[in-house]
């Protein structure tokens, strides 16, 4: 009796464990980088998810006709950017970067780019969901500017980076 | 003539059935009440309702465009956001792929 009890506890908990982990997906933790905030000259921290992104979606319909970035935004679920930019250099640790590329080294995510130059790192990093692509996180860390990107959801990089000029400006 | 006889036959004077006033009396001793008409509303009620019903209107509709503006806003703040958000990957995207260009030239250009 005993020894079911257990069993089916065990089998519980690891149901929880692992229905945590998948819901998860694409969406990676970034709360530890806050602390920089306090250090940094300039700090850019966005948090859309999908109930922000549906209420923006009426709104740029109407200040933007390109279709490409409706396109862009239909596929996304959520939006989470961390941009810290610092008077000095060496104001963040690697420990900082460490924590982050740690949640992509798992299952489902794969590094597609990677630049690494003299105190400078660029990575991209795609996470597959039933072959798809169901998010991704670029890291660039510069001797005095670090830059987390995650997106969740269907996200074409090649749309990405050609929309950038094509990104409405919207005044404060 | 017909018509004078009538009247008075109309309006003769009746007596109540038998055991009407025993039938008065019961209702009185069980407590059994005659509800007055209600009185007609006073002057002031009957200028009061559309005057509150207007402030009602008034009140109402400036609730609802609050909370249009309210929404509004916060679809903006969401769309700068999101327009933020995508900006930002985007120009660290396309920083990568010029990146990633840069050293596929420099190798061909190594390999000739």
Do not use: C
Not at chain 2, 7 to 19: D, F, T
Not at chain 2, 43 to 49: F, H, N, S, T, V
Not at chain 2, 60 to 83: F, L, P
């Amino acid at each position: 009796m005993n020894a079911r009890l257990i069993t089916s506890g065990f089998l519980l908990a690891l149901l929880s464990v692992t229905g945590a982990a998948w819901a998860q997906g694409a969406r990676i933790q970034l709360d530890h980088l806050n602390a920089l905030a306090s250090k940094a000259a300039e700090t850019v921290d966005v948090t859309v998810d999908s109930a922000m992104l549906k209420q923006s979606a009426g709104f740029l319909a109407g200040r933007s006709n390109n279709p490409k970035l409706q396109e862009l935004i239909e596929g996304i679920r959520g939006i989470y950017v961390k941009s810290f930019k610092f008077a000095e250099p060496d104001a963040y640790s690697d420990t900082d970067v460490d924590a982050v590329r740690r949640q992509v080294a798992h299952d489902g995510w794969s590094r597609i780019v990677g630049v690494q130059g003299k105190r400078e790192l660029t990575e991209v990093y795609l996470w597959k969901e039933q072959n798809e692509n169901g998010g991704l996180v670029v890291i660039a860390a510069q001797a005095n500017e670090l830059t987390i990107v995650n997106i969740v959801g269907r996200v074409d990089l090649a749309s990405l980076a050609a929309l950038g000029p094509m990104i409405p400006k919207l005044g404060k | 003539m017909n018509l004078e006889h009538e009247l008075q036959h109309a309006l003769k004077r009746k007596s109540p059935a038998s055991g009407f006033d025993e039938r008065v009396l019961r209702r009185i001793a069980s407590g059994g009440t005659i509800q007055a008409p209600p009185p007609p509303p006073a002057r002031w009620a009957r200028r009061a309702l559309p005057v509150a019903a207007s402030l009602a209107l008034a009140i109402g509709g400036s609730y609802y465009v609050q909370q249009q503006r309210h929404k509004q806003a916060q679809a903006e703040q969401a769309a700068r956001d999101v327009v933020l958000a995508l900006r930002i990957a985007s120009e660290k995207v396309s920083a990568v792929q010029v990146k990633v260009q840069e050293i596929s030239h420099h190798e061909r250009q190594v390999d000739y």
